[in-house]
């Protein structure tokens, strides 16, 4: 039995960030059943997987459409020790996976910064840890998958077998099919325990330069800057301490919906970056267990909310080494227009994937938060032309603002990525937000209408 | 789509040569996206598509008349749709201004009811259907603070947007819960050409001053929203008048200074 359609049910689905949100009819299937169903009945708004819903922006979102949770497939496989793989349900998020595996001496290579990810958001955003010198994306690590496409139903996927749907899929943000399971590659695990040491820089020319040290010797490394460059760079190892009991989770800090702009006024960020600093020379090493140093705001679920009622948006990209001026640009230009991030964490990529879409390249990637304040659009617009003049890109999976031009200019792969999708999903059913708001899968329809009037 | 800064991305304008209805184009897409203007002078489209042109913002026209039957507008609406993507705001901004005195035979009078009543009505229910179906949008009804109190000298007029703006409103109320709705706007006094050589009465106001109050309420949630602000008082007030009194207090109403 398939689950009723129910299009009168539609309900409000917003992004992790709170600025956008949009009314569909959110379903939960089962079973394989459930799943051609809903391909079937889809209408012509389509539908979009969600996965934990940890997208800043409307990526998985889709106004008038289907959103179909995959969380109902969370299961975990056992691990084959020679392989050093495991087959999980899409829906299994990456903070389950890594405590669920410790114990077994075994960890996933990339991990993002929140726990709720799931494995098929990790794998359509073909997101990166802290460690993408060393260990890539986490699309890198996929050994197989399992994906549902409109055009072929159900196939096997894997860098050897269908390799352009493959890199099609990850960091396909969804609009190439449904990731059902996949088999994912391990590391081993040493210790639950990770050993961090922070170390505070006055200047961002230093923060990058110790960044940059850091991820060649340590096996994560981020660094945090304030809006006049200062920051403090974590690098972590795994601890001596041969632990692999996971401790108890971190308590959970409730947080209240602030007015204005919240925590993004200017001296309430100034006072919490400057007491951040002097914790850091007070007490610069640390054991954590290993979720603190992978999700630091798991203990602040309501970090959007302090950004006031109209909620958080990040503006995440990446430019290549020898472009550090428009790091200190993002920064200088937020601040002077009198937005400055809340947040702002630097890390450094190394080599890219196959993948046309994928966000890393070789260079920075400066991650900043903001209040969705409307008078912050012209500045990363600006902000943006910027980047992709210096060869960056953003962040597709965490946009919620950018212009569909400068998109194209950022991602070259675009059109080739477009060439597979038709062949996957040729009648559109896969749509979200984000996909129509960056165009992402209409070249067809706009190709056509440029044709006949040219 | 509207984007996580609360800004929208495609904009269709229902008279497209309006000058109230263009400079609230233009304030709606400040920093780039869509504008599609939809009228029936070729021309005046063209040299308008020229003029709000912007590094950012793409302009394309398409061809709509208010006297065309109604299934011409919901083509419209569809060929905007499949060529630019979900509609994020459409402004319905046509309408005529016609003295009473000069609607002298029955054949004007239902032309001028035609443009100011049954056209825009069908495109109100067009719009309501597609944004509906996309699960969110916004429609603007240009409609008049001559709805609330209908002058003599502007009787057709008055009429036709009184009837339009309750039209609007209720199609506003079925559409709650859809993620669509629409924003009913009442100027007064605007300096246009359609008010060019009339009396300006009191809070008269510049096409700027509309679109900043409608960009706002797009933004927000009112349903209705008057312009300048005042008015929405003042209207109130005039309201409750005896219709004999209103005649005594406002000398210029049978001249129609107020559209
Ligand atoms: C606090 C925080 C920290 C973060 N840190 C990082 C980081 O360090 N590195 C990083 O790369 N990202 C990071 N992110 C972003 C996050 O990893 C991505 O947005 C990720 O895609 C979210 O996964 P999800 O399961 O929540 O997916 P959702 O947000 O529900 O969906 C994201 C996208 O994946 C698609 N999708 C989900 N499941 C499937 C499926 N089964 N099949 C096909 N498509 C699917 C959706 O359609 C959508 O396009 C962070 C986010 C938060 C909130
Ligand atoms: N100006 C004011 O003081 C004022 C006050 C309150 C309300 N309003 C309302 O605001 C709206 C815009 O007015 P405006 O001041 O901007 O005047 P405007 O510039 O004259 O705009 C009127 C528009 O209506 C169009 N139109 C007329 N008949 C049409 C038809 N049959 N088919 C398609 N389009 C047609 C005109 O197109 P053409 O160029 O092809 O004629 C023009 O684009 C109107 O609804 C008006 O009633 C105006």
Redesign the interface.
């Known amino acids: 039995m398939g689950p009723v359609v129910n299009r009168g049910r ?1 309900t409000l689905i917003g ?1 992790w ?1 709170r ?2 949100q ?3 009819t959110e379903l939960t299937p089962g079973t394989d059943d459930d799943w051609a169903e809903i391909i079937r009945s889809a209408g ?2 389509g539908l979009i997987a969600r996965g934990g819903g940890r997208s800043y ?2 990526a998985a979102q889709n ?3 289907l959103v179909v949770s995959t969380l109902a497939d969370g299961s975990i496989g056992d691990v084959d020790p020679a392989a050093a793989t495991v087959e999980v349900g899409a829906g299994v998020t990456v903070g389950e996976l890594v405590r669920h595996l410790a114990p077994g001496g075994w960890t996933l290579p990339v991990v993002p910064g929140s726990s709720g990810v799931t494995v098929g958001g990790a794998i359509a955003a073909d997101v990166h840890g802290k460690n993408h010198q060393r260990h890539g994306t986490f699309g890198r690590h996929v050994a197989t998958m399992t994906v549902l496409t409109p055009a072929y139903g159900m196939i096997e996927m894997s860098p050897t077998v269908n390799a352009d749907e493959f890199w099609a899929t990850v960091g396909g943000l969804g609009l190439t099919g449904i990731i059902r399971r996949a088999t994912l590659r391990l590391i081993p695990l040493a210790s639950w325990w990770v050993s961090t040491v922070d170390e505070e820089q006055p200047r961002l020319q230093r923060v990058l330069e110790r960044l940059h040290a850091a991820a060649m010797s340590s096996e994560h490394a981020v660094a945090w800057v304030d809006p006049g460059g200062a920051g403090v760079i974590t690098m972590a190892t795994t601890a001596r301490l041969g632990a692999l009991t996971p401790s108890r989770a971190a308590r959970r800090h409730v947080t209240p919906t602030l007015p204005g702009r919240g925590i993004a006024w200017p001296p309430l960020t100034a006072a919490a970056n400057a007491a951040r600093r002097a914790a850091v020379v007070l007490r610069p090493r640390h054991l954590r267990p290993l979720p603190d140093l992978h999700f630091p705001l798991d203990t602040l679920p309501g970090w959007p909310r302090l950004h006031g009622r ?2 958080l ?1 990040q503006h995440h990209f990446t430019v290549p080494f020898g472009a550090e001026h428009v790091l200190a640009e993002a920064l200088r230009a937020t601040r002077a227009a009198g937005h400055s991030p809340s947040l702002a964490i630097l890390k450094v990529f190394g080599a890219a994937n196959s993948a046309p879409l994928s966000f890393p390249a070789p260079g920075w990637s400066l991650a900043l938060d903001f209040a ?3 008078a ?3 500045v990363l ?1 600006r902000l943006d032309e910027r980047i992709a003049a210096a060869g960056g890109r953003v962040y597709l999976v965490k946009d ?2 950018a ?1 569909p ?1 400068v998109i194209a200019a950022m991602y070259p792969g675009l059109a080739r990525w477009r060439a597979v999708r038709s062949t996957l999903d040729p009648d559109r059913l896969l749509v979200s ?2 996909a ?2 960056l ?1 992402l899968a ?1 070249q067809r ?1 706009a190709d056509q ?1 440029g044709a006949s009037h040219a | 789509m509207r984007d996580g800064l609360g800004r929208p991305q495609t904009v269709l304008l229902l008279g497209g040569t309006s000058q109230i209805g263009q400079a609230i184009a233009d304030q709606l897409l400040p920093d780039g996206g869509t504008l599609i203007l939809a009228g029936r002078d070729p021309a005046a489209l063209a040299a308008a598509a020229e003029r709000l042109a912007r590094p950012r913002r793409h302009v394309a026209t398409l061809h709509y008349d208010a006297l065309a039957p109604a299934a011409a507008t919901v083509d419209l609406l569809a060929v905007a749709a499949a060529r630019h993507g979900d509609l994020d705001v459409v402004v319905l901004s046509v309408g005529v201004l016609a003295d009473e005195a000069a609607l002298a035979d029955t054949a004007a009078v239902e032309q001028a009811m035609h443009t100011n009543l049954f056209g825009p009505m069908l495109a109100v229910h067009a719009t309501a259907a597609r944004l509906r179906a996309q699960g969110h949008g916004t429609l603007v009804v240009l409609s008049s603070v001559a709805a609330v109190r209908t002058r003599d000298g502007l009787l057709s007029y008055g009429v036709a947007k009184a009837a339009l703006d309750v039209y609007a409103r209720r199609i506003g109320e079925s559409l709650r819960g859809s993620g669509a709705r629409v924003l009913v706007v009442r100027p007064g006094h605007v300096r246009t050409r359609m008010t060019a050589g009339l009396p300006e009465p009191p809070f008269a106001t510049n096409v700027s001053d509309v679109a900043a109050r409608v960009r706002r309420a797009v933004a927000g949630r009112p349903g209705v929203t008057y312009v300048p602000a005042v008015l929405r008082p003042v209207m109130t007030a005039l309201r409750l008048l005896p219709a004999a009194v209103y005649r005594r207090l406002d000398p210029a109403q049978r001249k129609g200074a107020t559209p």
Do not use: E, Y
Request: charged share 35%; no cysteine; hydrophobic share 25%.
């Open positions: 539609q992004g960030g600025a956008t949009s009314r569909a012509s708004r922006g409307d106004a008038g459409g109209r909620g948006i969705a304040d409307p912050l659009g012209p617009d919620s603002r212009h031009d937000d984000l129509r708001r165009r209409d329809i209408i």
